[in-house]
């Protein structure tokens, strides 16, 4: 056999251009002595090795909750029922069940994020690898792939090396343009266009936030641990999240963020879009006015920035109170003005502010930093086993596909999910 050269010996059953997620999640459950993966870094899953924060967040038990589909997973409206019918095929109890057969038993927390009980991602990466090999899977390392097509009858890959691989079937999961490091760069766009394909545009999601307001870098490091998020475009409100809040040097991140990130416009609109933060969710404005009322009352003297101390970090209580003294006039010459009524304005005030803090989101770090790609390739053009609508026994899967999940194991899911609507086809053919 010669491939380079161009004597196709060999006729593989599936070649897998991308050994990411999807393309070992494929070759581990549906691989053989006949399937190739061409993987263009120096090993396969390089990726999947960080996902998690390195703790290897492989699913979410609520990925299959179908009346929640919308909240979970973003996509053409349209097409919704190929996202329901691969995920409910192979929901999340499938692919935990599948990972204990290679040896990896998962657990999950009170959110439904599943990880390996090592704790460990890089140990999902092995027992894919491993299973893969069992089953006489060939990876190919080093090898960026240029071209797809139909050619004698079959389907020809051919990469920058010289290799030309002819093949019943080709799976293209070369993932999105996120997390550059891992060589994600979006090369896999260019093939699905070769190939006829349109793509809806893509951009970075699940990533941080970058906003104008100077003042919200004294909150650098500061976390609200259940907070409330929204985004709004003018007067339309685009997302509401809830969840862990990080405040940084730039903006914000945390999983409110990330999740808020997929419903951005971009590129961002001139005048930004807004931010409307809730660092009290489960107390009402007018429960926490009174407490603040009863603190001033009781300590006359005490410090504007000081009121919220006790409730909420006390950097976040100095620039809320820097705020509401701001926007309600109660500050003169550096001194707080303090006289009828007091307690019960600036109380009402400085609720009104930790429960509505806003802020003017001016973009995202990008594609270097985000974790996932929003956009790709149009799911009108594949079927519902991801085969693509113009050029025959060409499938696709994970992040290249309009599709994308929010924070917590849902993109890993859809990697899975969306690989084996395609193995499922492909095995059916023999």
């Known amino acids: 056999m010669n491939e380079k050269n161009g004597n196709f010996a060999t006729i593989y059953r599936t070649v897998i251009v991308g050994g990411g997620a999807a393309g070992l999640f494929f070759a581990a459950k549906y691989g053989d002595n006949r399937t190739l993966i061409l993987e263009r870094g120096d090993r396969a899953g390089r990726k999947l090795s960080a996902t998690g924060g390195g703790w290897g967040n492989v699913t979410n038990e609520n990925a299959a909750d179908f009346q929640n589909t919308r909240g979970y997973f973003t996509f053409e409206k349209a097409e919704e029922e190929k996202i329901r019918g691969a995920v409910s095929k192979h929901p999340p109890e499938e692919l935990r069940r599948f990972l204990s057969s290679a040896g990896v038993l998962t657990f999950a927390d009170g959110r439904g994020r599943v990880y390996p009980f090592s704790r460990q991602a890089s140990a999902v990466t092995d027992a894919l690898r491993r299973e893969a090999a069992r089953r006489g899977v060939k990876i190919l390392t080093g090898e960026f792939v240029q071209s797809v097509r139909e050619a004698r009858g079959a389907i020809e890959v051919r990469t920058q090396s010289g290799g030309n691989y002819l093949c019943e079937n080709a799976l293209i999961c070369t993932g999105g343009k996120a997390a550059k490091n891992f060589g994600s760069d979006g090369n896999g766009y260019a093939l699905a266009q070769s190939l006829g394909h349109t793509l809806t545009p893509v951009f970075p999601a699940l990533v941080q936030l970058r906003c104008a307001e100077k003042d919200m870098r004294a909150l650098k490091g500061v976390r609200v641990f259940d907070g409330e998020m929204l985004l709004f475009a003018g007067e339309k409100e685009l997302s509401r999240e809830r969840g862990d809040i990080l405040f940084t040097d730039f903006g914000v991140s945390g999983d409110c963020a990330f999740k808020i990130s997929s419903y951005l416009p971009c590129p961002c609109p001139e005048s930004g879009c807004t931010l ?5 969710p489960d107390v009402s404005a007018a429960e926490l006015q009174t407490a603040l009322e009863k603190k001033l009352n009781r300590y006359a003297e005490i410090p504007a920035g000081e009121l919220l101390g006790g409730i909420l970090n006390n950097r976040a209580g100095m620039v809320i109170a820097a705020r509401a003294q ?19 304005n600036f109380a009402k005030a400085l609720a009104a502010e930790a429960k509505n803090f806003t802020a003017t989101v001016t973009g995202t770090l990008g594609f270097d930093y985000a974790q996932v790609t929003k956009g790709g390739v149009k799911l009108s053009e594949v079927s519902r086993d991801m085969m693509s609508l113009k050029q025959k026994n060409v499938y696709f899967a994970g992040e290249i596909l309009d599709a994308d999940g929010a924070c917590g194991g849902f993109n890993l899911q859809w990697a899975y999910s969306s690989a084996c609507a395609a193995g499922d086809a492909i095995t059916s053919e023999q």
Do not use: I, P, T, Y
Not at 276 to 280: A, E, G, K, N, P
Not at 326 to 344: D, H, I, L
């Open 276 to 280: 409307h933060v809730d660092f009290l």
């Open 326 to 344: 701001e926007k309600f006039a109660v500050k003169n010459g550096g001194k707080e003005k303090r006289g009828e009524n007091f307690a019960e």
